[in-house]
Nanobody, 124 residues
Framework: QVQLVESGGGLVQAGGSLRLSCAAS????????MGWFRQPPGKERESVAT????????AYADSVKGRFIISRDNTKNTVDLQLNTLKPEDTAVYYC?????????????????WGQGTQVTVSS
């Protein structure tokens, strides 16, 4: 069992930055891949970034590549998402999720545990 709590969301102007953090509890955190997803208003939840169990492999959605950075600290049971050069279209509720496997994945169906989400709003 893994419990996830996100923090760090807020209101920011276009071009600005935010850092989201996800704190995990549970013995299995360090052995599974993690992901960040987002759900814009009126749209479906989509994958943003994913990191493998060790932190040695990452992948990003094309829409955020070069702007967002995912990282994890298995000694602190945290996974972070650095959001840079934010755009109004990045406005969404952001969720972290824990996979049932070790490798990176963009598929929502690979993730068993989800946080409650944190709102990111980017003004133009």
């Amino acid at each position: 069992q893994v419990q996830l709590v996100e923090s760090g969301g807020g209101l920011v102007q276009a071009g600005g930055s935010l850092r989201l953090s996800c704190a995990a509890s549970g013995r299995t955190f360090s052995s599974v891949a993690m992901g960040w997803f987002r759900q814009p208003p009126g749209k479906e939840r989509e994958s943003v970034a994913t990191i493998n169990w060790y932190g040695s492999n990452t992948a990003y959605a094309d829409s955020v590549k070069g702007r967002f950075i995912i990282s994890r600290d298995n000694t602190k049971n945290t996974v972070d998402l650095q959001l840079n050069t934010l755009k109004p279209e990045d406005t969404a509720v952001y969720y972290c999720a824990a996979s049932r496997g070790r490798g990176i994945s963009f598929a929502k169906s690979d993730y068993d545990y989800w946080g409650q989400g944190t709102q990111v709003t980017v003004s133009s």
